[in-house]
């Protein structure tokens, strides 16, 4: 993840603005693996979104990604959540995430970071989203973003 975050920050067109504590969850999908971490990532950006989602297929790759077995493990996982009052879909990308209203482990860490922010299309506050959710106690802090460390996360 600090890997991931590092590429982001590295790229111009790229400031990552505020990250929220990691948390472990189980894995989500039918292939037995490790438990997740997971994490979200406030960022500003000149990109539009699908050279963005691009550019974070490139870091997944660059941090040896391999889509070998869908929700199989894998090293990394960039997703694009929300890309400011956009909403679109098609094949290469949907805004906002079509999983996101549904997924704790998405946003435990989003509610820590955004409360308030109101995802596109869906007209509710993550806060909301979060409190109506069902299922969202299997999502543990496993280190908090406490402001220590190069973007606060790594610090014991």
Not at 37 to 63: D, Y
Request: proline share 8%; charged share 20%; aromatic share 8%.
């Amino acid at each position: 993840m600090e890997r991931a975050l590092e590429a982001l920050q590295a790229e111009q067109k790229i400031r990552v603005v505020h990250c929220s504590s990691i948390y472990e969850t189980e894995p989500y999908g039918p292939v037995r693996q490790p438990d997740f971490l997971n994490m979200v990532a406030q960022v500003e950006t000149f990109f539009p979104p699908l050279p963005f989602l691009r550019k974070l297929q490139e870091i997944e790759t660059a941090l040896s990604r391999a889509r070998e077995v869908h929700w199989g493990p894998r090293t990394i996982d960039l997703d694009l959540l929300v890309f400011g009052q956009k909403v679109t879909c098609s094949e290469a990308l949907s805004l906002p995430h079509p999983e996101i209203a549904r997924r704790a482990f998405v946003l435990k860490p989003l509610v820590e970071i955004a409360p308030h922010l109101v995802v596109p299309g869906l007209h509710r506050s993550v806060m909301d989203l979060w409190q109506n959710l069902n299922g969202g106690e299997d999502v543990q802090l496993w280190r908090t973003n406490n402001g220590g460390g190069k973007f606060g996360l790594f610090e014991n």
